[in-house]
């Protein structure tokens, strides 16, 4: 059964300006679960427009106090409705649902909490001088702009716009067109929690008709976007002229590397959540396995043994691994990336083909983990983004060749290294182009820390103190003694 969705635009539920809808389509039975706004230009400007008249009026002048308790009321209201928002995830994604209750919503919970805690706990710099004090004051953008993708959609919206409204500003958000559901739960909690009408609006529809009239909107004054690289560049070649703040969290192909001395069972284990989590389809996956030659056998044969058993099925089930891909297109995707493989000589070791699976679950897009060996590490399946539950893996004789594997593609958001060595850890930690590495762990995260790539995977980072500081202007006043 599908309901209808709405913009929120000045604290009011609206429908779009055009009249015009498009269908939402669960991924993991192809069924229609929603109709959203197919929105355009005017209704980003009433948005925009809301979000400027929320500057102006009470949210605008609203202390940290109120700022900081706005967002633990957020939360609080979250996890109250946790199995609701779970059961919107998992359907609009097609994720397992015991994913979505433990990470997706419980990390909702969480950013909406540590920003409250952030901007409470703050400190700002202050420089004497021998005739003069100085002293940094923070002040909000004021209407700023939350783009994000479909693959962790609370997860990431709530990391972002916990973060924009802890600091003052008024948010215009463009939810993934494929995932909106929870999205639009989110709105209906803030706005039943009586937050300042304009400091949160959600705009619906598509990246060309409603993410570009937001990123080219003259009264935007930051942009942060999760999503693919390709898109970030169209991002950052509308907003650079305008001299908007951009945040960038792009694309990923990012190594897990293991050496002889690794602890097996573990790196084995770190490599399939690496490698499997939210059915590959997180920025972070560790989707090129390089193993040092003399573990290779035994690790890939263990791996793919505990691949070959994880359960790919219904998302409602408690006890499954692997849920659907997003849609059947991204499947056909990831499907090319795997015969492109086969004509480049690799080996299937498990997987590659879609499982036999009941009603309704038969017309979904789901696919088999899959493993696969035998390739040139620089070929396209290995070097290419591919985001869903496939790895390559590959064997390296030294630290200098895994290293050099590792630095071999355009991305550089993030790496885990498997080692007993310390000292070998922080070389290859300290050499890999990576925003972030993971030392015998993966996705082990503290809200404190920068999030973020080099190369193609992005430019800017948040997390903790560096969100602070995206999201506000830092002002020096010098006074004279």
């Not at 309901?3 to 991924?27: M, R």
């Not at 499954?320 to 059947?328: A, E």
């Not at 498990?350 to 979904?364: F, I, V």
Request: a negative charge; proline letters at 6%; charged letters at 20%.
């Amino acid at each position: 059964m599908s309901v209808v969705l709405s913009n929120l635009i000045g604290g009011e539920a609206v429908p779009p300006d055009n009249d015009e809808w498009f269908d939402d389509i669960a991924p993991a039975t192809g069924d229609v679960i929603a109709r959203i706004p197919r929105s355009g230009p005017s209704d980003v400007d009433h948005a925009v427009l809301a979000a400027l008249g929320a500057m102006d009026g009470s949210w605008g002048s609203a202390s940290t106090a109120e700022r900081a308790e706005l967002c633990d009321d957020i939360a609080a209201a979250i996890e109250v409705r946790l199995d609701e928002f779970a059961e919107l995830e998992s359907r609009d994604t097609g994720k397992p649902i015991s994913f979505a209750r433990n990470v997706d919503i419980p990390r909702s919970i969480a950013n909406f909490r540590f920003y409250a805690g952030a901007v409470r706990h703050d400190e700002t710099g202050f420089h004497p001088m021998a005739d003069a004090i100085n002293y940094t004051v923070r002040q909000p953008l004021g209407a700023v702009a939350l783009i994000t993708p479909w693959n962790l959609p609370l997860y990431l919206l709530s990391w972002k716009a916990a973060a924009a409204l802890a600091t003052g500003n008024a948010i215009v958000a463009k939810p993934s067109e494929l995932t909106p559901c929870t999205a639009d739960a989110l709105a209906d909690v803030i706005a039943n929690l009586g937050a300042p009408a304009g400091a949160f609006n959600v705009v619906h529809g598509y990246g060309a008709e409603v993410g570009q009239a937001l990123v080219e909107h003259p009264d935007i004054k930051a942009v942060s976007f999760t999503g693919g690289t390709v898109t970030g560049r169209r991002v950052a070649a509308t907003a650079a002229p305008q001299l908007k703040k951009l945040s960038l969290e792009l694309g990923g192909k990012n190594p897990t590397i293991v050496f002889a001395d690794a602890d097996i069972d573990l790196a084995v284990e770190g490599a399939v959540r690496a490698g499997f989590s939210n059915t590959g389809q997180i920025c972070l996956c560790g989707s090129r396995i390089l193993v040092e030659r003399s573990i290779f056998a035994e690790f890939t044969d263990r791996l793919v043994e505990q691949v070959g058993q994880m359960v790919v099925g219904a998302p409602d089930d408690p006890n499954t691994q692997v849920g659907s891909l997003i849609g059947p297109d991204h499947r056909s995707k990831v499907e090319a990336y795997i015969e492109l493989a086969r004509q480049d000589g690799g080996t299937i070791r498990c997987g590659g083909k879609r499982p036999d699976l009941p009603a309704p679950w038969d017309g979904g897009a789901f696919l088999e983990p899959t493993v696969i060996t035998g390739l040139d590490p620089g070929c396209r399946t290995a070097t290419e983004e591919i985001f869903g539950p496939v790895v390559t893996v590959h064997p390296f004789d030294s630290e200098e060749e895994a290293v050099g594997l590792a630095n071999a593609v355009e991305y550089g958001l993030a790496a885990s290294v498997w080692t007993e060595d310390l000292r070998r850890a922080h070389r290859v930690a300290a050499t890999v182009q990576a925003g972030m590495v993971w030392v015998n762990t993966w996705l082990h995260r503290d809200l404190r820390v920068p999030f973020g790539g080099m190369k193609n995977s992005g430019v800017g980072r948040e997390g903790g103190r560096w969100s602070l500081d995206f999201f506000t202007d830092q002002r020096n006043i010098c006074i004279k003694l």
